[in-house]
């Protein structure tokens, strides 16, 4: 690829060590010196590109809830029902957790958590 693609700036001076890069949602994105199973990663052929882009938010989910170092049969509640948080609460369940509640505003995004199994809780306005 040709070094022409430049979607944020601070990859032209080589900083690529912040989040929050524009260009994430690019066909194209240049990465100066990118390295092989560091900060590039080759999908398998039988992996989707739409599996493939629940990789790195179900990454994070599964980080955040095995940074709580959680033991069987305690209890969680997940705040976010996004990509992140039913990655999360997902992992908790893998964990043997005895109750994991979803808590968010979205009405739609609770249902596809209790379309999952888990118990959820709108904290607008309190319902379950």
């Keep these: 690829m040709e070094k022409r693609v430049y979607p944020y700036l601070r990859f ?3 900083d690529t060590k912040r989040a ?7 066909e194209y994105i240049l990465v100066p010196e990118a390295k ?14 739409r599996e493939a882009s629940l990789i790195e938010p179900f990454t994070v989910g ?14 969680a509640i997940v705040f976010g029902c996004g990509t992140i948080g039913i990655a999360a609460a997902i ?10 509640i979803i808590a968010d505003l979205s009405d739609f995004r609770l249902n596809i958590a209790k379309k999952l199994g888990f118990e959820t809780c709108n904290i607008a306005n309190n319902e379950k």
């Design 12 to 14: 032209v001076k080589n």
């Design 91 to 100: 992992t908790l369940k893998y964990f043997g957790l005895d109750q994991v």
């Design 20 to 26: 929050g890069t524009i260009g994430g949602f690019s």
């Design 36 to 49: 092989l199973k560091h900060s590039l990663y080759f999908i398998p052929a039988e992996i989707s590109d």
């Design 62 to 75: 599964c980080r955040a809830a095995r940074r709580l170092q959680p033991q069987k049969g305690e209890k």
